[in-house]
């Protein structure tokens, strides 16, 4: 009796979601760090910003040009489009640990991800990537030099999404820091150094 409940706990328990949120500035390397954590830790990446360009970039949806100004603004499209497109990741993928790059990064965001998501999933930890504004500005500058493509690798959105950043996404770290998820890295290494901290966090918290 006792053996088939314990059973059926740990069935339960392994099939609860479990997230790890990655968060910091535009170009802090989120993205470049959740790659190296999808091959050493088998987590799914997604990544908010990408699911919102694959959206945009679809020609049956009726939010593209919406997205795309608010991407250009430096603006965060509202909850209801970006919870929708990371709910329907989760669940296509079929599996169970995410890093979900990107997001919640206003307070729409996290009251959105609260009343739809949240008691769904175990929210593990928020890695932030913590990197000084110049650093980040020149990334995204070279990044754009070098034909990525996305409309807002120059100046005047990066002034934007900082601004965005500073104002909006801080408070989100700040309130998750105060609930002790919060593992701060040092973003302005090199990208080898960067994955050696992620790396001691990880296995300190036993998710290798
Ligand atoms: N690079 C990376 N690490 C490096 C290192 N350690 N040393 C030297 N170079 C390094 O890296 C950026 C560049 O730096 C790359 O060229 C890389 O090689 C190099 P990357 O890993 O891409 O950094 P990342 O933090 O992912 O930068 P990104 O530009 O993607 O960050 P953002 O947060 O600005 O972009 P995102 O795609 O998440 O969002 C874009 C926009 O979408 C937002 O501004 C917003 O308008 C919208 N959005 C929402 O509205 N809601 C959301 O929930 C999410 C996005
Ligand atoms: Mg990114």
């Known amino acids: 009796m006792i053996t088939g409940l314990r059973s059926k706990l740990k069935q339960f328990i392994k099939m609860v979601p479990k997230v790890v949120f990655v968060l910091g500035g535009p170009g802090a390397g989120k993205g470049t760090q959740c790659q190296n954590i999808v091959r050493d830790f088998g987590f799914v990446h997604l990544s908010a910003g990408d699911l919102l360009r694959e959206e945009r970039a679809n020609p049956n949806s009726q939010y593209g040009e919406l997205i795309e100004n608010y991407i250009r603004e430096g603006k965060i499209v509202p909850v209801d489009i970006t919870c929708s497109l990371l709910e329907r990741a989760m669940e296509e993928s079929g599996k169970e640990r995410f890093l979900i790059d990107g997001f919640?990064?206003?307070?729409?965001?996290?009251?959105?991800?609260?009343?739809?998501?949240?008691?769904?999933?175990?929210?593990?930890?928020?890695?932030?990537?913590?990197?000084?504004?110049?650093?980040?500005?020149?990334?995204?500058?070279?990044?754009?030099?070098?034909?990525?493509?996305?409309?807002?690798?120059?100046?005047?959105?990066?002034?934007?999404?900082?601004?965005?950043?500073?104002?909006?996404?801080?408070?989100?770290?700040?309130?998750?820091?105060?609930?002790?998820?919060?593992?701060?890295?040092?973003?302005?290494?090199?990208?080898?150094?960067?994955?050696?901290?992620?790396?001691?966090?990880?296995?300190?918290?036993?998710?290798?």
């Not at 991800?113 to 928020?126: D, E, G, H, P, T």
Request: aromatic fraction near 8%.
């Open 104 to 208: 919640p990064r206003n307070q729409d965001n996290l009251e959105g991800w609260n009343r739809r998501v949240a008691s769904k999933v175990q929210l593990l930890m928020v890695l932030f990537f913590d990197c000084p504004i110049e650093i980040c500005t020149e990334r995204c500058l070279n990044r754009g030099a070098a034909g990525s493509g996305r409309s807002d690798d120059n100046l005047e959105s990066l002034k934007k999404r900082f601004n965005t950043y500073q104002v909006e996404t801080k408070p989100i770290i700040d309130y998750y820091q105060k609930m002790n998820l919060v593992r701060r890295l040092d973003a302005s290494l090199s990208p080898d150094e960067v994955f050696n901290q992620v790396k001691n966090v990880l296995n300190e918290s036993n998710l290798q």
